[in-house]
C-alpha cells in the first residue's frame, strides 16, 4: 500500500483515512517515517466492534497479545526521536480488575520502550455510579512512550502562564507572597546556620533578587536551613538538594520565566458528555493537544492505528500537523471525514 508511504512525502497537511485492519496496513508503512502515534485501542470485552477486530478476543490474555502484534508495527515505523502515547481502559472480570494498561505497559518495557510518564487522565465523571461495593471508575492511563534516550520533545510549546513575582515600593514579593525582605529576615534570625552560611546566604539573595528586578527571573523560592518545609529526602546519598541544604544551608528554586510544565494528572472532560450531534468514543480533542505540540515536531507525521472518528486527525489538522488515521469500520471513517471537514471549516481531499 504505497499510497501511505506517498502521503508522507507529500506535501499539505489534509488528513489520510485508510479502511482496513491496522496490523496489514501498517505493515505497509516504511521503517521510520512517522513522528507520533496517538491512540486509543478498543478496550476488551467493553463493546461490539462493527465487523471483529481488536477487542473481541476470548481472554484478556489474547487480547493483549494480539495488541501487542500492532504495537510491534507502531515501533517499527516511529522514527528514532518519536514518541507513542497509548490511551488504554481498564475491565472487570469475575469482580477483580484485571490491570490490562499495566500488563500491556509492562509488556512494552521487556520490549525496549522507554516509559517517559503514566498521564491520569481525570475524566470528572460525575453522577451515581452503579457499584455499592467499590469505587467509581473516573480515571484511565494515558502511557507516554519512546524509542529512544534522545527524542524530539518540544518543552516550550506546552508551558502554562510562568510565575511571575513582581516589583512594590522597591521590593521584590514573589508570587506565593514571600519578600526578599522576609527571606533575609529569616536569614539573620536563624540559629541553624553559621555566620559564614548567613552571608552566603545574603549575598546569593541579593543576587538572586536583582536577576527578578532585570527580568532574567519570573520568581523563585528560598530554602532555608529549618526555615522551609522540604519536600525532599534528607538523604544526601539520595537528594542533591539535601547535600545542598546540608552543605551550604541553603537553596534556591527557580521558576522558568517561560512558563511551568504540565504535571501528569490532566483534567479534561470526555467528548460523551458535551452534547455532540453524533456519538464519538469518549476519546476528547484536548487529550491529544499537548502530545501532539509537544512530540511532533510542525512538519511532522501524526499516526492513529485505531483512529475511529478522526479525534487524532481533527487536532492534528488544527494544529498544522500530517496525520494517518486507520480504522477497520468504513463508517467510523465516513464519520471522520465528515468531522474534520465540518469542524475544519474546509472541504478537504480523503484518499
Known amino acids: 500500500m504505497c499510497?501511505?508511504?506517498?502521503?508522507?512525502?507529500?506535501?499539505?497537511?489534509?488528513?489520510?483515512?485508510?479502511?482496513?485492519?491496522?496490523?496489514?496496513?501498517?505493515?505497509?508503512?516504511?521503517?521510520g517515517s512517522i513522528d507520533c502515534c496517538i491512540t486509543s485501542p478498543p478496550y476488551w470485552n467493553k463493546r461490539q466492534y462493527a465487523g471483529g477486530g481488536i477487542g473481541l478476543e476470548p481472554s484478556p490474555r489474547e487480547y493483549i497479545d494480539r495488541l501487542f502484534e500492532v504495537i510491534r508495527e507502531v515501533k517499527r515505523v516511529l522514527k528514532?526521536?518519536?514518541?507513542?502515547?497509548?490511551?488504554?481502559?481498564?475491565?472487570?472480570?469475575?469482580?477483580?480488575?484485571?490491570?490490562?494498561?499495566?500488563?500491556?505497559?509492562?509488556?512494552?518495557?521487556?520490549?525496549?520502550?522507554?516509559?517517559?510518564?503514566?498521564?491520569?487522565?481525570?475524566?470528572?465523571?460525575?453522577?451515581?455510579?452503579?457499584?455499592?461495593?467499590?469505587?467509581?471508575?473516573?480515571?484511565?492511563?494515558?502511557?507516554?512512550?519512546?524509542?529512544?534516550?534522545?527524542?524530539?520533545?518540544?518543552?516550550?510549546?506546552?508551558?502554562?502562564?510562568?510565575?511571575?513575582?513582581?516589583?512594590?515600593?522597591?521590593?521584590?514579593?514573589?508570587?506565593?507572597?514571600?519578600?526578599?525582605?522576609?527571606?533575609?529576615?529569616?536569614?539573620?534570625l536563624s540559629t541553624s546556620l553559621s555566620d559564614e552560611e548567613r552571608r552566603n546566604a545574603l549575598a546569593a539573595l541579593d543576587g538572586v533578587l536583582a536577576k527578578v528586578k532585570g527580568g532574567e527571573l519570573s520568581d523563585f523560592r528560598m530554602i532555608i536551613r529549618n526555615e522551609q518545609r522540604t519536600t525532599h529526602s534528607d538523604s544526601t546519598k539520595l537528594s542533591g538538594r539535601a547535600k545542598e541544604l546540608a552543605e551550604k544551608g541553603f537553596y534556591f528554586l527557580f521558576y522558568n520565566p517561560k512558563g511551568s510544565m504540565p504535571g501528569d494528572v490532566w483534567d479534561i472532560v470526555p467528548e460523551d458528555t458535551q452534547h455532540r450531534k453524533k456519538h464519538f468514543a469518549p476519546y476528547p480533542e484536548e487529550l491529544c493537544v499537548i502530545p501532539i505540540k509537544s512530540t511532533c515536531p510542525c512538519d511532522g507525521v501524526v499516526l492513529d492505528p485505531f483512529s475511529g472518528t478522526?479525534?487524532?486527525?481533527?487536532?492534528?489538522?488544527?494544529?498544522?500537523?500530517?496525520?494517518?488515521?486507520?480504522?477497520?469500520?468504513?463508517?467510523?471513517?465516513?464519520?471522520?471525514k465528515q468531522r474534520v471537514c465540518r469542524e475544519s471549516g474546509n472541504c478537504l481531499r480523503f484518499q
Open 310 to 336: 478522526g479525534t487524532t486527525m481533527k487536532v492534528a489538522y488544527d494544529l498544522g500537523r500530517k496525520s494517518i488515521g486507520i480504522d477497520l469500520s468504513g463508517e467510523y471513517i465516513e464519520l471522520a
Open 80 to 188: 528514532p526521536s518519536g514518541a507513542f502515547w497509548l490511551n488504554i481502559g481498564d475491565t472487570y472480570q469475575n469482580k477483580s480488575l484485571l490491570g490490562i494498561p499495566w500488563r500491556v505497559a509492562l509488556m512494552m518495557i521487556d520490549d525496549g520502550w522507554i516509559l517517559r510518564n503514566d498521564v491520569i487522565w481525570n475524566k470528572h465523571k460525575g453522577g451515581m455510579t452503579p457499584n455499592k461495593d467499590r469505587f467509581g471508575s473516573v480515571s484511565e492511563d494515558f502511557f507516554f512512550f519512546v524509542k529512544s534516550e534522545k527524542y524530539y520533545f518540544d518543552a516550550d510549546a506546552i508551558r502554562s502562564k510562568p510565575r511571575q513575582a513582581r516589583v512594590k515600593d522597591g521590593l521584590v514579593v514573589s508570587a506565593t507572597g514571600v519578600s526578599g525582605i522576609r527571606y533575609k529576615r529569616q536569614i539573620e
Open 3 to 31: 499510497i501511505v508511504s506517498d502521503y508522507v512525502s507529500s506535501a499539505g497537511r489534509f488528513p489520510l483515512f485508510v479502511q482496513g485492519n491496522s496490523l496489514e496496513v501498517l505493515r505497509s508503512v516504511s521503517d
